[in-house]
């Protein structure tokens, strides 16, 4: 079993839609969470970071974090065309090594 | 101005080669990284280092080989190259390490792929 599991997609949804992608994680150590966005031939770049459990909002993005459920959220509203793009998780410990999910790819349909 | 910066982009190679992947970062940052990224995105960690000292070395074969000449700079050789190191390369800079850590900054990639 994987440290993180994300439901890879693909997903596609029309312009202006609300956009929710999920991970859950097995090792109750986690305290550092985050997202990253990856375009095609790029490599991610942070999008969310998040310390423990709650919530946190940016502009059309708000991350959520359950640590008692083991599972984060991030949530896009009035998502854009220029919102396509693969979007992974990602957690670790206090230690250096970061954990990913798989990904999910998203198509926002103008 | 380009914060992680990989060379080079592309990299098509035989079977049994040997080749390096470079990279810089410009950020000030002390610790860099190397991911591997299979054909399926996912992204595993392979190295580590904080100031020049190898801090994470996972489970990859010792074909790899990581070098550190200064906080700058960490490149990747790779000796006798298969078919399934084919993937991409993903250089990445933080500061701190530990619980300071900062995010990853990530490079755009390596494409590797051997024939």
């Known amino acids: 079993q994987k440290e993180v599991e994300q439901d890879p997609g693909p997903l596609s949804v029309p312009e202006g839609a609300i956009v929710s992608l999920n991970c859950t994680y097995s090792n109750s150590a986690f305290q550092y969470f985050m997202w990253y966005r990856q375009y095609s031939r790029k490599g991610p770049e942070l999008l969310m970071y998040?310390?423990?459990?709650g919530n946190k909002e940016d502009g059309r993005f708000t991350a959520q974090v359950d640590k008692s459920s083991k599972y984060i959220s991030l949530f896009i509203r009035d998502s854009q065309p220029s919102d396509s793009a693969t979007y992974l998780c990602a957690m670790k410990t206090g230690a250096n090594n970061l954990f990913f999910g798989t990904g999910t790819r998203l198509t926002v349909i103008p | 101005d380009t914060a992680v910066s990989q060379t080079p982009k592309y990299l098509v190679t035989q079977m049994g080669n040997d080749k390096s992947i470079k990279c810089e970062q410009n950020l000030g940052h002390d610790t860099m990284y190397w991911y591997k990224q299979d054909s399926k995105k996912f992204l595993k960690i392979m190295f580590s280092?904080?100031?020049?000292?190898?801090?994470i070395n996972e489970t990859v074969p010792n074909r790899f080989s990581p070098k550190s000449p200064d906080k700058a700079h960490l490149n990747l050789h790779i000796n006798s190259l298969e078919l399934g190191d084919s993937a991409v390369y993903f250089c990445a800079s933080s500061q701190g390490s530990g619980a300071r850590n900062s995010p990853l900054h990530f490079g755009n990639g390596t494409r590797l792929t051997v024939t």
């Open positions: 998040t310390y423990s459990s």
């Open positions: 280092y904080n100031n020049k000292e190898l801090i």
